[in-house]
């Protein structure tokens, strides 16, 4: 590990503190998060931790050569600067950004666990490890017991896991509580310096943990609908163009259609028939594909109408008689049924 002059520290640790401090108001806010008060935080808070990784970079502060003890008790808590940056990444808002904004911080949080894991900060598996570990686990177990859901038995012992996260967590934050105040205000000695930075270094794998389990679930999600997004622009529907309709006169028959056609040379004509037969075959009629036969009435009173129009001599006839006899008898005539 390289040695860092006097000077550097004060404005390292002015950096990682006032950031931290950032990530605290934010997190303890009632404000919306959208709320450029707090977006105005969340983005200076990035600012300074940022500078705060430029110079532990500049320093050479820590090495993968190097044990955790070799490591100086005041160098410990910038080991935090990755787990502090996705938390902060994490408050940022935006719906079209959401998808950078969940990849970069479960960036950070990896890098976090990485030095964490590799400096035996505490005893816990990787992300990458831990799934590949629940598959093979699931596969010994559905050879050894067939009748036993893989599944199942992946998500009980990840809820095992959790207990025991959580359990320590709180074991953490009480001897946290026992030793922040002193800290605060410089009357701690090194050892428990020392002691507190890892204590926090150790609360961060469990919350950076949560948090990559978290993303891991939304991740799939924001995909999907950054996909169906740009599916959406590219492939638009086509538009059927369907040509204007033109005008028609609907005629009865063949007859009335030369008619108005005679009249009428711009407009095109056609029958009832005609229509009907159109329409058929386009598939375009309500009932099509039933045929509906009409009943002896209506069939009736359209022979009549036709014989009518037609000038048939007997309907003619029959026509007349019943006028004539219509004019030498009244109304209801020959009803004598309700008569007392």
């Given amino acids: 590990m390289a040695e ?41 808070g990035l600012g300074l931790l940022e500078q705060a990784v430029r110079m532990v970079t500049q320093l050479d502060l820590f090495s993968r050569n190097e044990e955790l003890d070799e490591i100086s008790s005041a160098d410990i808590r910038y080991l935090l600067l990755p787990a502090l940056q996705g938390a902060l990444t994490l408050k940022q808002v935006g719906l079209t950004q959401r998808l950078q904004h969940l990849e970069t911080a479960r960036s950070y949080f990896m890098d976090f666990l990485q030095r964490c894991h590799d400096y035996k ?23 050894m017991s067939p009748a036993v859901n893989p599944n199942l038995t992946a998500m009980a012992l990840q809820r095992q896991a959790k207990i ?50 978290s ?9 999907a609908r950054e996909a169906m997004k ?4 590219v492939n638009p529907p086509p538009r059927v163009a369907r040509p204007p309709m033109k005008p028609f006169i609907l005629t009865r028959d063949a007859v009335q ?14 029958t009832v028939d005609d229509w009907y037969e159109q329409h058929r075959k386009k598939g375009m009629l309500p009932d099509q594909g039933v045929f509906s036969k009409p009943t ?37 005539y020959g009803n004598r049924k309700n008569m007392g």
């Fill in 230 to 233: 740009k599916g959406a622009d």
């Fill in 4 to 44: 860092s002059s006097e000077p550097e520290f004060p404005k390292l640790a002015h950096f990682l503190e006032n950031g931290w401090q950032l990530l605290k108001e934010v997190e303890g806010s009632s404000e919306p998060s959208a709320s450029r008060e707090l977006q105005d935080k969340v983005k200076k």
């Fill in 296 to 332: 002896d009435e209506e069939q009736e009173l359209a022979d009549r109408e036709r014989k009518e129009e037609t000038d048939d001599p007997e309907t003619l006839q029959k026509a007349r008689n019943w006028d004539d006899w219509k004019d030498d008898h009244r109304r209801g």
């Fill in 164 to 213: 025991e996260r959580y359990n320590q967590k709180k074991e953490l934050e009480s001897r946290l509580a026992s030793l922040q105040e002193s800290v605060r205000v410089g009357t701690a000695e090194e050892e428990q310096v020392r002691e507190y930075y890892l204590l926090q270094l150790r609360q961060w794998v469990h919350t950076a943990l949560e948090e990559i389990e």
């Fill in 257 to 270: 259609a030369k008619v108005f056609g005679a009249g009428y040379p711009s407009l095109p004509t056609m």
């Fill in 121 to 143: 900060v505490s005893k816990f598996e990787l992300p990458q490890q831990q799934s590949h570990s629940n598959s093979e686990e699931q596969k010994m177990t559905h050879s």
């Fill in 215 to 223: 993303i891991d679930q939304e991740l799939p999600l924001v995909r």
